[in-house]
């Protein structure tokens, strides 16, 4: 009876070190996918970090810039929670055997994911608004910020099914009967109509966001394009007259919304016309270059995001389509299936150089904080 217990433990212990052994191996050929996480990681924690501040504490107390905040908060916290997690999950393909870490993961994920989605949408409804609907309602600062926590909320919800689909798998290895677990499917729904349900909403719902997205924008384009070409034929000749009664001519457009030749005129009037920086006229299209680059901005993060999803809902779609489609890959094709399957994490690492590049209050503010952080460095090595 002991030599027979003996033998078991001895039994137990060689299947558990040959599964360590397996889960390394496989952990080996992810790393690409932990190298593509971490760098997000870094990138994305270090820039969201400033966005966040900068947008909320040192530029406009406007709606949009709040929005900008709480969206680049979110990218901070998947940066923060979700990458961490997600990088522990491909270190123990096989061996992660927490049930209720797997479902705090995912529900984790699904909780950013879903935020700045509805954050996105928002920001482009709002962009709509004032560009095409301008005497309309727009968001005002406090709005934004209910807004904000009510999209929060709503995400909490929206993502508990996440909670409830994922879970503990059992997965077999390429030696028999040695059985690995990984974070997937929960084992007791695998084979049922849940996670299809699950996925096959989330496919819907992205792509019918999508598409609201795309609308939105084009409709905003058809806007200015249409008032570029009506204002074409209204610019008028201003006139001037310096203190020293020297008189001096600019054109200048009539009108003040997102057109392409406000960028233009906005440079030839500060050329030629020596009036106080307080001049309606400069104040005018001061603040029409700004509201243009603001949707520029926008778009360019709604385009990101979108882009930075499609590979993901490839992977979704092929799982849901194809059968045994995890298993058919072979070691290239997995990591590739990994790779896509979290490509929506180049998203959050990717908008504060959005930002960077494209706002220049950004950039400047960017500089003054990097400058009193090297600043305050130096005078503690110093003394």
């Known amino acids: 009876m002991h030599t027979m217990k003996m033998a078991v433990n001895i039994s137990i212990n060689s299947s558990a ?3 360590q052994v397996l889960n390394d191996e496989k952990a080996d050929t992810y790393l690409p996918v932990i190298f593509y996480v971490g760098i997000s990681m870094l990138f994305g924690a270090i820039g969201n970090s400033a966005v966040s501040y900068i947008y909320y504490c040192k530029l406009e107390k406007t709606a949009t810039n709040l929005f900008v905040a709480v969206l680049s908060a979110c990218d901070l916290l998947s940066c923060l929670i979700s990458m961490p997690v997600e990088i522990v999950g491909l270190r123990f393909p096989l061996t992660f055997h927490s049930d209720i870490a797997c479902r705090l993961i995912r529900f984790i994920v699904a909780v950013g994911t879903i935020t700045s989605a509805l954050i996105i949408f928002v920001i482009s409804v709002d962009r709509y608004l004032r560009v095409c609907r301008p005497l309309g309602r727009h968001f005002s600062r406090r709005s934004a910020k209910v807004a904000s926590a009510v999209l929060v909320f709503s995400s909490i919800l929206l993502a508990t099914p996440a909670f409830l689909v994922f879970g503990k798998q059992r997965v077999p290895t390429r030696i028999s009967g040695i059985i690995g677990e990984e974070c997937s499917i929960a084992e007791g729904l695998k084979d049922t109509i849940y996670p299809l349900a699950y996925y096959c909403s989330l496919l819907v719902t992205c792509f019918a966001v999508f598409v609201v997205l795309m609308t939105l924008y084009f409709l905003i384009g058809i806007y200015v394009w249409r008032h570029k070409k009506k204002n074409q034929g209204r610019i008028q000749k201003v006139v001037f007259t310096h203190p020293s009664n020297d008189r001096m001519s600019a054109a200048i457009s009539s009108s003040s919304d997102n057109v392409e030749d406000d960028l233009k005129l906005h440079k030839q009037s500060r050329q030629k016309i020596t009036r106080p920086m307080s001049s309606p006229v400069d104040h005018r299209q001061s603040n029409s270059v700004r509201v243009s680059r603001t949707t520029v901005i926008m778009f360019l993060i709604t385009l990101l995001w979108i882009v930075s999803y499609l590979p993901h809902l490839v992977m979704v779609t ?53 400058d009193n952080i090297f600043g305050a460095c130096c005078c503690k090595n110093n003394p």
């Open 17 to 19: 070190n040959i599964l």
């Open 318 to 370: 092929c799982e849901i389509v194809v059968e045994d489609f995890r298993t058919s890959l072979g070691t290239t094709g997995d990591v590739l299936y990994n790779l896509s399957f979290r490509s929506y994490f180049f998203n959050n690492a990717i908008n504060p150089f959005i930002y960077g590049i494209f706002n220049l209050r950004f950039r400047k503010e960017l500089f003054i904080l990097l």
